[in-house]
T-cell receptor, first 117, second 115 residues
């Protein structure tokens, strides 16, 4: 079974508007972390935001926020006030276990975001 | 502070040849990971080093792949002999030991094309 599901292969958004990229996950481990990475056309993977399974509040980093709904097992990324430079591939990832050896990330297939004028 | 670097950025080889990819992690990061993304599919974990020791190599596809991290600094990933299905982007990432978040910082990747 897919551990990370990103159902939107592509998304379009108008500049200055907000956009939500969906991510659902599947794990039986009570301790886990959720990550979002951005991959622009240049290819590098840029860390955006992190949410721990025990965090009480939704994570925010500047224009990025993570809408964490634990019961639904969803961790959607919200980008506010979209900019042209936000056009990129976005990956949701999960790490099961917060300490010790469970450090590998499991990725979704990604969502290609295009910001338009 | 320098980020994770990878060399080469691109490699085109013929089936049956050998290719060695190199990764230099962020200075002071004991954890080093290899991932790869085959065309159109998700990024998949290959293996994880803690210093020079292989912590988890459950994602290595077969014995044509050999990863090393002598001295616990940079790492190499050798594919010998390369097959067509090895084509993809190989990412390296590193993270610190301390702390519970352990964000992994990725390099730019090596694009491997096997013809």
């Amino acid at each position: 079974a897919q551990k990370i599901t990103q159902t939107q292969p592509g998304m379009f958004v108008q500049e200055k508007e907000a956009v939500t990229l969906d991510c659902t996950y599947d794990t039986s481990d009570p301790s886990y972390g959720l990550f979002w990475y951005k991959q622009p056309s240049s290819g590098e993977m840029i860390f955006l935001i992190y949410q721990g399974s025990y965090d009480q509040q939704n994570a925010t980093e500047g224009r990025y926020s993570l809408n964490f709904q634990k019961a639904r097992k969803s961790a959607n990324l919200v980008i506010s006030a979209s900019q042209l430079g936000d056009s990129a591939m976005y990956f949701c990832a999960m790490r099961e276990g917060l300490t010790g050896g469970g450090n590998k990330l499991t990725f979704g297939t990604g969502t290609q975001l295009k910001v338009e004028l | 502070e320098a980020g994770v670097t990878q060399f080469p950025s691109h490699s085109v080889i013929e089936k049956g040849q050998t290719v060695t990819l190199r990764c230099d992690p962020i200075s002071g990061h004991d954890n080093l990971y290899w991932y790869r993304r085959v065309m159109g599919k998700e990024i998949k974990f290959l293996l994880h080093f803690v210093k020079e020791s292989k912590q988890d190599e459950s994602g290595m596809p077969n014995n044509r792949f050999l990863a090393e991290r002598t001295g616990g600094t940079y790492s190499t990933l050798k594919v010998q002999p390369a097959e067509l299905e090895d084509s993809g982007v190989y990412f390296c990432a590193s993270s610190q030991v301390l702390g519970t978040i352990k964000t992994q910082y990725f390099g730019p990747g090596t694009r491997l094309l096997v013809l």
